[in-house]
């Protein structure tokens, strides 16, 4: 039964079932991340962004709760690869064949971009961002005392948005590809999609220019590599139509 016959009930079930293999191996990855945990911590704490800083626990849960999210965050990543793929063997069968094997091979691109925005955010925008901030704090003559809580949270929240703003390029390849945007829209909603951006790039850099640009240019190529790509997309979405009216045509002549 193809995926176009199946009615609203089997199409309910059939989710559950990917939902249902996507949690138990989450539970698997997430069990696995308690050896990978306590390593990784140790390593941030004592990298050359951190080793000048004294980490605090302001609270007795405060070990235990970067302990857990270090887990969650670890198994998130080893699992996004088994989420894509779910996702794609769902909505697969609505596909043409040369669209599922060209849309399959995203799955271990977009884990290739997610980790070099998490990678790009880390190693250049953090240390200047945390140099940036004791250097505000000498000025003002404020000894800084942090949380290790407080630290984690804002490594967090600085680096993993980048590792999904990386997988732009991706993303609207396969929304092209699946024929839900053209990189002609793109192209007209460019300005709201800078300023889009540029709000995104001020929520989540410190207030000076030099790092607002360090994160807002980058923003803007990696949206006009997406309207490029679009375009090789689009291209491949028209030659595949044409063929495919090609051969009506033929069938129909030779009925």
Not at 83 to 106: A, C, D, H
Not at 127 to 138: A, C, R
């Amino acid at each position: 039964m193809s995926q176009n016959d199946m009615t609203l009930y089997e199409h309910i079930g059939e989710l559950r079932k990917r939902l249902m293999f996507v949690v138990v191996f989450f539970l698997l990855a997430f069990i696995a991340s308690f050896f990978l945990a306590e390593p990784l911590i140790r390593y941030l704490q004592h990298a050359d962004e951190a080793k000048e800083l004294t980490m605090n626990a302001f609270r007795i849960t405060d070990p235990l709760k970067i302990y857990m999210e270090m887990m969650i965050f670890i198994s998130l990543i080893v699992t996004s690869p088994i989420i894509l793929f779910q996702l794609w063997s769902f909505i697969s069968p609505g596909l043409y064949e040369k669209e599922r094997k060209v849309t399959l091979s995203y799955i271990p691109i977009s884990l290739l971009l997610f980790l070099g925005g998490l990678s790009f955010a880390y190693f250049i925008l953090f240390p200047y961002v945390v140099e940036f901030m004791m250097g505000l704090s000498d000025t003002l003559e404020i000894e800084q005392v942090i949380g290790i809580n407080e630290y984690f949270h804002f490594l967090f929240q600085l680096t993993v948005p980048f590792g999904f703003l990386f997988q732009l390029p991706v993303v609207m390849l396969f929304l092209t590809r699946l024929g839900i945007i053209t990189p002609m829209f793109m192209g007209k909603m460019r300005r709201y999609a800078y300023f889009v951006l540029f709000v995104i790039a001020a929520l989540i850099t410190p207030p000076d220019i030099v790092s607002h640009l360090m994160v807002t240019v980058p923003l803007f190529v990696l949206y006009e590599l997406s309207i490029w790509i679009s375009k090789i997309g689009y291209k491949k979405v028209l030659e595949a139509e044409q063929k495919r009216e090609i051969e009506e045509v033929e069938n129909e002549n030779r009925d």
